[in-house]
């Protein structure tokens, strides 16, 4: 009897330990979103994210959004650090439909399950007006939520390290990676894959134009493990 007490005692005294331990520090990816602001007019755009405050420390919240038109063209990018708010100028069509974006991570901020916060956000926005009036604001269409893409981007190893440059880029994509036997694959963020390479070794050249625009990832295989690193197709 009093072995089983002791055993009780420990178990609980460990969970409680580890609950101490682990600090719950954000919600998650489909708790969050973009709201458009007041402050949104026919040739400029500002856009709140909830990440922002929903996410401690603040100081390492990570936003990289991008803005594109239907035939893929970028029309802005941009990353921002502890900020709720991106707004700028623009020239765009008022009949356009225009595709928004945003990765949002902070290795800091802990979920529920454990892993830090590392979060997509697509959705489109166009020029709503309304029937008795002739004034317009910039809408999403789809309202759509956050969506967990750590499995996707989450590095396993940090070496040997691969450098992949330029990003955002247009037509080629280069690699510097070990002289080592190494594998290599580009996926996008629902993880299909476009690209692939094996038994290789150093610096690659990648023709990466065929690519639609957007959020890739490069998964690269190695005998130590595995990495992947984000870039952007223009």
């Keep these: 009897m009093i072995k089983k007490l002791l055993l009780i005692l420990a178990i609980v005294f460990g969970l409680s330990q580890i609950t101490k331990a682990q600090v719950i520090s954000c919600v998650p990816c489909n708790q969050l979103g973009m709201v458009m602001n007041v402050g ?21 919240n990570i936003f990289t959004w991008e803005f594109s038109d239907q035939q893929g063209n970028i029309l802005h990018l941009d ?34 399950n454990g892993n830090s ?36 981007n989450q590095i396993t190893i940090l070496e040997p ?11 080629n994509l280069n690699v510097k990676g070990p002289n080592e036997e190494y594998a290599l694959k580009i996926l996008n963020v629902q993880g299909q894959m476009f690209y692939e390479m094996n038994n290789i070794s150093g610096h ?16 690269v295989s190695h005998n130590k493990g595995y990495q992947n690193i984000r870039f952007i197709k223009q």
């Excluded at 949104?40 to 390492?60: D, F, K, V």
């Excluded at 707004?87 to 356009?96: E, P, R």
């Excluded at 390290?161 to 037509?171: A, E, G, K, Q, R």
């Design 79 to 112: 990353t921002l650090v502890d900020a709720s708010t991106i707004s700028f100028g623009h020239s765009w069509s008022l009949t356009d439909t225009i595709n928004v974006s945003v990765h949002f991570v902070n290795d800091s901020a802990i979920l529920p």
């Design 204 to 219: 690659q050249n990648i023709d990466v134009s065929f690519l639609p625009s957007g959020l890739y990832f490069l998964n």
């Design 117 to 152: 916060i590392n979060c997509l956000f697509e959705d489109q926005i166009y020029w709503s007006t309304g029937s008795s009036t002739p004034w317009g604001s910039w809408t999403f269409i789809h309202n759509n939520p956050g969506v967990d893409v750590t499995g996707i």
């Design 161 to 171: 390290d691969f450098i992949i440059f330029p990003s955002p880029t247009s037509n």
């Design 40 to 60: 949104s007019q026919q040739t400029a755009i500002s856009i709140y994210h909830s990440g922002q405050y929903m996410t401690h420390p603040r100081s390492q």
